[in-house]
């Protein structure tokens, strides 16, 4: 598994998404695993300090019990906020591996295991899936 860094927007700021690459059979496009991002040019800049970060992949599904763990916060620096998010998608990925190894999914619908093995789809391919095309 490959994770990149990317800039969440084309203005190239101090805001970051966290992509995964997955199986181009799966989904070509990157699962986005998380965000971080600086307060300092924000309208909150006065309050917060720092760089937030955030899960932003799909980490709860029903029916299937999850530990808690932390899925946002602030850190002081853009590589705390990094490494933070970095630690909280292995919690999330670990969660996922269990799941898929434990879990009976029969009666469940089937976008329940795809999204546990492959992440949230993009959009365009929601919409195939909810089709029945995908």
Not at 91 to 112: I, K, Y
Request: proline share 7%; with cysteine; aromatic share 10%.
């Amino acid at each position: 598994m490959t994770l990149r860094w990317r800039h969440t927007w084309p203005e190239k700021g101090e805001d970051f998404v966290l992509l995964r690459e997955r199986d181009p059979a799966a989904d070509p496009e990157p699962e986005h695993i998380g965000r971080i991002h600086s307060h300092a040019k924000s309208q909150y800049a006065e309050r917060r300090r720092g760089w937030s970060w955030s899960l932003t992949c799909a980490t709860k599904f029903v029916g299937i019990p999850k530990p808690a763990f932390a899925a946002s916060g602030f850190e002081g620096t853009k590589q705390e906020a990094a490494d933070a998010l970095k630690a909280a998608w292995a919690q999330e990925e670990a969660w996922r591996a269990e799941a898929l190894a434990t879990v009976d999914f029969s009666g469940m619908p089937p976008n329940v295991e795809r999204c546990l093995r492959h992440g949230q789809p993009t959009p365009a391919k929601w919409s195939r899936l909810t089709d029945g095309q995908g």
